[in-house]
């Protein structure tokens, strides 16, 4: 008797000494997994950061409700990096030493990116990232993954597409001009232009930077015209791009094609009040409504996210940015459930090897965590009629011409004459 | 690559673009340089109208620059008041200096900010008729959407100019920055005209917002690349000197453009601001100041 009783007390003694060393366990279940990141919510690139912000939302809130990750509720730490680089380092520290996040996730753009990277290349931390062209060229960081589809070589891949276009029409061009923003962005566009036409044989007539704060580029298209290059290759910002294309068809450019590397001419706004002055531009671009392009999951994305976007003062079709924000959050939710923790080495490791789904179609990363094959598609404006902002959500108006994989239409040549 | 035509069309685009400064300038030419007040936040106030013109384009179809002219008598009260507020918090306690242009450092995020999340950061563009259309004179082109905003700051410099220099408040408020006490011993009240021209110079930046607009696009936090530009204008022109100013930005804005035009645009900013350094050194008080 007394033995079975002894023998209850050391059961029971068990069970609650398993159940208070479980506690902790089930504690720690219940915690949030917490992604931490900055982002452009206020500053020169808010629009876009904004509308990235929306995205990540809608991603956090379908993961949620199908119970979250590993089990926990999938929270945002994030905060305002007022598109000032020199915030990011403190604000990625904070996020780290202060808040403990589990995950991190990049800003939005070259510029935002690139300072983050020493504060989280020191901690070994996964790195999946939105929109940084050629961010990692020279950390070479192995736990980097890029989902802007800009390729292994994302200097000249940018506008490889672009100048392909040009060679392959007959007569062939002969001479460009290279015009580009004093700015990161824009001048890694540049860089890879000159690379691209140098390549392709083009002479280079023009090759000129210009301040950010530049108020009428007038002057800078009538210099480009006076060394009347076949082809224009612009790497520009939101309002010198809308300033640069009101220029051109106030001087009346004469190149044979326009475009190439434009920010800006993907915003429903600006396509809005651009209109017929965009027809027959060839510009970069990711996603765009046309048939070839109809990922699985992409129209139910834009759908909630034009739901949400409403009354925010953000892009109301969101086809440029909030996509991608989406997908580079399922491809750490993919590698978090398939690794089934967050051991940043086995992510790192899945993220390399693994092929992902995302609602911009297949992602596959290379080895120095860019795209393993470009996709930035050159798109040509068609038939875009004045003051309506309804013709940009459907197919038709963007047809994309490069890679030829993701075609839907052929170029029409030249720009203007 | 230098021509004739080059040369012609690279004045007059410099010209026009001239013009649009002196909008963006002549407020801070009344305030800053007459009243010594330094008002970080005028192109904070400049994005507000052309905030206005922005949403009264869109909703109404109202012309963007008559929005500008209709908005600049509530803009000059908002100015008055605002005045009001910095006189009582700052300048009656002699603090007017540091913490003034902390004051206006707020007053520009906070504008900044109600504008984010009040109409998002989108960027806001307008249409009229005349943008996208150009007038051509022999090789020169004459784009409509530079020479509104030539035209319309040409005239509001004219108007500034003959009320500085024709009416009783217009020589009280160059008075005032004179001397203040010569002009209180006058039985003018100091505060009050002071009140007026900072009225005034707010008034100016409903128009030169709504030019701006009519220009390029527009986000809340734009109005922060023209706080240079502008002070060095109205330093250039001699502190307080409204034809100096106007003069100055012509300088400004031709001097960028034949830069950009022959040399590359990058250079343009440190040849411009060169050329104010140059100029201050040859000439401490500006162009037209008085020594």
Do not use: C
Request: glycine content about 10%.
């Amino acid at each position: 008797m007394d033995n079975a009783r002894s023998f209850l007390r050391a059961g029971a003694f068990a069970l609650a000494a398993a159940s208070a060393s479980l506690l902790p366990l089930a504690t720690q279940a219940a915690e949030p997994l917490k992604i931490g990141f900055s982002m452009a919510l206020t500053g020169g690139l808010a629009g876009a950061g904004k509308a990235a912000l929306i995205g990540m939302e809608i991603w956090r809130d379908d993961v949620n409700k199908k119970g979250g990750l590993l089990g926990r509720k999938v929270e945002f730490v994030y905060y305002d990096d007022a598109t000032q680089p020199a915030n990011v380092p403190g604000l990625y520290t904070k996020l780290l030493e202060v808040d403990k996040v589990d995950l991190l996730v990049s800003a939005y753009g070259t510029n935002l990116i690139a300072p983050a990277l020493p504060i989280v290349m020191r901690k070994k931390m996964v790195l999946p990232s939105l929109f940084g062209l050629a961010a990692n060229e020279q950390f070479k960081y192995d736990r980097y993954f890029q989902i802007m589809p800009a390729g292994p070589s994302p200097l000249t891949d940018w506008s490889k597409g672009f100048f392909e276009l040009a060679m392959a029409q007959n007569p062939k061009p002969k001479t460009v001009a290279i015009v580009a923003a004093d700015a990161e962005f824009a001048l890694n566009a540049a860089a890879g232009a000159r690379t691209n036409a140098q390549k392709a044989g083009l002479k280079i007539v023009y090759d000129k930077t210009y301040p950010p704060p530049t108020t009428d580029f007038s002057p800078i298209v009538r210099a480009i015209q006076a060394t009347n290059p076949d082809i224009v290759f612009v790497g520009s910002y939101p309002p010198d791009s809308v300033g640069m294309v009101k220029a051109a068809n106030e001087v009346g450019l004469k190149a044979k094609l326009f475009g190439g590397g434009m920010v800006g001419l993907q915003f429903a706004s600006i396509q809005k009040n651009l209109g017929p002055l965009l027809n027959g531009i060839v510009n970069y671009d990711f996603w765009v409504p046309e048939p070839t392009l109809d990922f699985p999951g992409v129209k139910e994305f834009l759908g909630k996210y034009q739901e949400a976007a409403k009354g925010k003062g953000v892009d109301p079709y969101g086809h440029y940015l909030p996509p991608f924000a989406y997908a580079y959050l399922q491809v750490l939710g993919q590698s978090v459930e398939a690794t089934k923790g967050i051991d940043q080495g086995k992510l790192a490791a899945h993220m390399r090897k693994s092929t992902f789904d995302t609602v911009v179609g297949k992602v596959k990363f290379g080895k120095n965590g860019e795209w393993a094959k470009t996709r930035v598609l050159q798109v040509q404006f068609r038939d875009v009629q004045k003051d309506n902002l309804e013709q940009f959500a459907g197919p038709g108006k963007r047809v994309v011409l490069y890679p030829k994989e993701w075609k839907s239409g052929d170029l029409v040549y030249p720009y203007k004459q | 690559m230098f021509s004739a035509d080059l040369l012609a069309n690279a004045v007059v685009a410099g010209i026009l673009l001239g013009g649009f400064y002196a909008a963006v300038a002549i407020g801070l030419a009344i305030v800053f340089g007459q009243l010594d007040i330094v008002n970080i936040a005028h192109p904070a106030f400049i994005i507000v109208g052309a905030y206005i013109a922005y949403i009264l384009n869109s909703r109404f179809g109202f012309d963007p620059v008559l929005v500008g002219l209709l908005a600049a008598p509530a803009f000059f009260v908002v100015g008055a008041l605002i005045y009001r507020v910095y006189f009582l918090a700052f300048e009656r306690t002699g603090q007017e200096s540091l913490s003034g242009l902390a004051f206006f450092f707020g007053v520009m995020f906070i504008i900044e900010v109600v504008l984010i999340l009040i109409y998002g950061v989108d960027y806001r563009l307008v249409q009229a008729d005349y943008i996208g259309q150009s007038w051509r004179i022999g090789f020169v082109d004459f784009p409509f959407r530079m020479l509104v905003p030539f035209a319309v700051a040409t005239a509001l410099t004219a108007v500034i100019y003959t009320f500085m220099s024709h009416t009783f408040m217009g020589r009280a408020i160059q008075a005032v920055a004179q001397d203040r006490l010569a002009l209180q011993l006058m039985g003018a009240d100091p505060v009050r005209i002071k009140q007026w021209a900072f009225g005034l110079g707010i008034a100016t930046a409903a128009i030169a917002g709504s030019l701006l607009i009519v220009i390029g696009p527009v986000e809340p936090s734009v109005g922060r690349l023209y706080i240079g530009r502008a002070f060095a204008i109205v330093v250039l022109g001699g502190m307080g000197s409204i034809s100096g100013m106007f003069i100055a930005a012509l300088i400004l804005g031709i001097v960028e453009s034949m830069v950009s035009t022959f040399a590359g645009p990058s250079w343009s900013p440190a040849v411009a601001f060169g050329l104010l350094a140059l100029t201050l050194a040859l000439r401490p008080a500006g162009l037209f100041g008085r020594r």
